[in-house]
């Protein structure tokens, strides 16, 4: 079987919390060594220095081939407003339906 990308998410739970959290976590570099892939794409939001290390080493990734960029982004914004209780019973009626759409 030929692994052209070895893709995971939540990557940090390979060092963090691998060992009580997401133990299964902590088998992912020897599958991506045993079916020999290609490439590896560690991805996480909340990597630490140690933490980024320390995937590096489990999955032989050479720390100059590790992309780390900082957490601002400029496309999100968070937005903050005061309401009246009228308006918050409002938005409630309307987050029910929308919970209950998804």
């Known amino acids: 079987m030929r692994i052209?990308?070895?893709a995971v998410d939540e990557a940090h739970c390979i060092s963090e919390w691998g060992h009580n959290f997401r133990p299964d976590?902590?088998?992912l570099a020897g599958f991506a060594q045993e079916f020999g892939a290609e490439r590896v794409l560690?991805?996480?939001a909340t990597a630490t220095p140690p933490v980024l290390d320390d995937i590096c080493r489990r999955f032989e990734i050479e720390?100059?081939?590790a992309i780390r960029?900082?957490?601002y982004r400029a496309?999100?914004?968070i937005d903050t407003r005061v309401v009246d209780a009228v308006e918050r019973a409002?938005?409630?009626n309307r987050m029910k339906l929308f919970s209950?759409?998804?």
């Open 4 to 6: 052209a990308l070895f």
């Open 75 to 77: 496309n999100l914004t």
């Open 42 to 44: 560690a991805l996480t």
């Open 90 to 92: 409002s938005q409630g």
């Open 100 to 102: 209950n759409c998804h």
């Open 69 to 71: 960029t900082g957490f």
């Open 25 to 27: 976590y902590l088998k």
């Open 63 to 65: 720390p100059h081939c």
